[in-house]
């Protein structure tokens, strides 16, 4: 049996130890410490805004934080896009409010504007303001936040921009994750970079970034017994944590580099095949990472479907994946509002997500070809 080659798999640096061990000499070994910090900083002149950096334990905390500091509580409705991961909407329904879910539209498959302030007016006729829009830049391709920070202007919303899977991206020159009023980045293992878990909250004032820390710390009021008049969370990072972060941060744009070098290697294999269409920058306002390069595969056209190039490729040993289950198709989801068509539904149906890591080898890049290869060679 062949190896396996993996969607996106962790991709290390060479410093990350290096970090570690400075935690493990200083006996930094507790949430705090000067990984934190210095990973912290490192962020933020990545991010080159405005910044203030709040390092947690996930991606999905930040969220969930970022939510509090919108003042969204029990009952209240959220705006979400559809087509994400679970992630994106879950804290919603931490915080006892309800999710609203919007589809994509085709260019970015990310929130659509034209439904999300079809969305606002419904909700606002039926004597509801939604608290938040979650916006999300899917496999690392900026939504069209041009258009998204209008509608929430125009309403009067905070933007939340989830840019989990968008390190490194930007729109207009601007990166991912400085647009809304917060945004949020994951380490997760399989993201872009990793901390083997890990997130980021990204505010735009040190108020925003201290409340997030305190929030993050259990809440403690300044006193020198224990005292709480918050409800407190234990999502900060750990400084061992932050090491790996510090030694993965020094190689991020190398691992841009090498995504996008791998978004090129799909859009030369698949360039000559009919009814095969890759997830790409709608114009040059648009820079994506390209954590997972996607593609959507017209059936009608191939003759074969989506899930006969999944599982062809399952048979070499190599990993791919349908693109991400839209939130308003998951039972859990299930009596949530949603605005919009089928072309989430569409996407999910026809697209999958293909080997992408950033340390792929030239052999595993040539078994990639030669399986997608016969497939499309070979008749139904
Ligand atoms: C990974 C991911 C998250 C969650 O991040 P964690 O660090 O794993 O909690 C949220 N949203 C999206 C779109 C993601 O891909």
Not at 33 to 53: C, K, M, R, T, Y
Not at 126 to 140: C, E, S
Not at 253 to 281: D, I, K
């Amino acid at each position: 049996m062949n190896e396996k080659i993996w969607l996106s798999s962790p991709h290390m640096g060479g410093n990350e130890l290096k970090y570690i061990h400075e935690a493990f000499d200083a006996n930094w070994v507790a949430p705090l410490g000067p990984n934190v910090d210095g990973f912290e900083q490192d962020i933020v002149s990545f991010l080159e805004g405005n910044v203030q950096v709040a390092a947690l334990s996930a991606g999905t905390a930040a969220l969930h934080l970022a939510l509090i500091e919108c003042g969204v509580g029990y009952g209240d409705e959220v705006i979400c896009q559809s087509m994400t991961f679970s992630a994106s909407a879950n804290p919603i329904a931490y915080q006892g409010a309800i999710p609203v879910f919007i589809d994509s539209e085709p260019d970015t498959w990310n929130m659509c504007p034209r439904h999300l302030r079809e969305a606002i007016r419904d909700r606002f006729a039926k004597g509801k303001k939604p608290k938040a829009i979650i916006v999300v830049h899917l496999y690392g391709m900026p939504a069209k936040m041009d258009e998204i920070l209008q509608v929430a202007k125009e309403f009067d919303i905070p933007v939340i921009e989830d840019a989990a899977e968008s390190l490194g991206s930007s729109y207009k020159g601007q990166a991912c994750g400085t647009f809304g009023r917060f945004g949020i980045l994951s380490f997760n293992g399989n993201k872009i970079i990793t901390t083997s878990g890990g997130g980021a909250l990204v505010c735009h004032s040190q108020e925003d970034k201290d409340k997030a820390v305190f929030l993050s710390t259990q809440a403690r009021d300044n006193a020198p017994h224990y005292q709480h008049s918050h409800i407190g969370y234990n999502y900060r990072m750990s400084n061992i944590s932050a090491g790996i972060g510090r030694g993965q941060m020094e190689v991020l744009t190398e691992r841009v580099n090498a995504r996008r070098a791998m978004h090129q290697f799909y859009t030369e294999l698949f360039e000559s095949v009919e009814g095969v269409t890759v997830l790409s920058e709608p114009s040059s306002d648009f820079y994506s990472n390209h954590w997972l390069s996607a593609i959507v595969l017209d059936a009608e056209k191939v003759g074969k479907n989506r899930e006969d190039l999944r599982l062809a490729l399952f048979e070499d040993n190599i990993e791919s994946r349908p693109l991400w289950k839209p939130m308003h198709m998951q039972p859990v989801f299930a009596n949530s509002p949603y605005y919009g068509t089928q072309v989430a539904e569409k996407l999910f149906k026809d697209g999958l997500c293909l080997p992408s890591g950033s340390n792929l080898k030239d052999e595993e890049k040539l078994r990639i070809r030669e399986a997608v290869d016969t497939f499309f060679l070979t008749k139904p």
